[in-house]
């Protein structure tokens, strides 16, 4: 678990609930290969790898969790496809019993995969924190029911309905979900994805989930093939990426294995870049 840094009213922490890896050329979208690897060196299949970052929030009231990783619900086929290396539980540094709200940004299996286990070695999902309070995007609810033929994998039964079992929270739009802590809706990777925001006074933390998944996608056009619509994506992380700078907010990347987080800025051709690195 990532050192603690006091912001505001939260004790905040960095949780890595383990690695895996995707291809690269779906990371990447519509940007070639031989401009993408210059920043990020795929492996000999061609796959990058991938960390799976979320956020803890403590205030002494709440433990609020942000995302979920993998989980431990795959076959071992599944577990070479992806080179899945979770973090142990006993090194999260929280217990499960001890998250009283947990934010997930989206139902893809890659943030929210960790809300539930195989109970007893069977095929029944059965709620890995079900004394908190889970909160979600209605809108992605509602389209987890009936995803598109292009993120029908990406969206697993076992995450899914196992929601109903707990507290489900379902918010629209732009809501203070937790006093200090904001939730924002955009539908460019999928449909009611949500950003994070935590506040203290003028400044604030973002976590941008697969909006910009790690560093490397500071660039506008740079962009992945899993998103849903690229327009509404790009217009969307403009938006986000111009507030951050104008602001000087730590931006959170879930995904990138060596930059947690930074302070965004601009380089010499005018793209969106990593300022200065941060320490959380």
Wanted: with cysteine; proline share 5%; charged share 20%.
């Amino acid at each position: 678990m990532g050192a603690n840094m006091k912001f505001g009213r939260f004790q905040i922490s960095l949780v890595n609930f383990g690695y895996f890896r995707l291809d690269g050329g779906a990371m990447f979208g519509s940007v070639p290969k031989n401009i993408w690897s210059k920043r990020f060196q795929p492996d000999e299949e061609n796959c990058l790898p991938l960390a799976t970052r979320c956020l803890l929030l403590r205030d002494g009231n709440a433990t609020v969790l942000v995302d979920v990783g993998m989980g431990e619900k795959w076959n071992e086929k599944s577990r070479q496809i992806f080179a899945i290396q979770n973090t142990p539980e006993s090194d999260w540094g929280f217990t499960r019993d001890q998250v009283t709200h947990l934010v997930l940004t989206h139902l893809h299996f890659d943030h929210c995969g960790g809300v539930s286990r195989w109970e007893q070695n069977s095929k029944v999902a059965v709620h890995n924190f079900p004394k908190a309070e889970v909160i979600l995007q209605q809108r992605n609810w509602e389209y987890s029911q009936a995803p598109s033929i292009k993120e029908r994998a990406s969206y697993l039964a076992e995450n899914i309905t196992v929601l109903k079992q707990g507290q489900l929270r379902l918010v629209q739009g732009s809501t203070e979900v937790y006093p200090d802590i904001w939730v924002h809706q955009v539908n460019g990777h999928t449909e009611g994805q949500q950003t994070v925001e935590i506040r203290s006074g003028k400044n604030s933390i973002l976590y941008p989930t697969d909006l910009i998944p790690t560093s490397h996608h500071l660039p506008i056009p740079f962009h992945m093939g899993y998103d849903a619509c690229a327009t509404t994506l790009l217009k969307e992380k403009e938006r986000f990426l111009t507030a951050a700078m104008e602001s000087e907010a730590i931006v959170v990347f879930e995904h990138d294995p060596a930059v947690p987080a930074a302070l965004i800025g601009k380089d010499e051709r005018g793209h969106f870049c990593v300022r200065e690195r941060v320490s959380l």
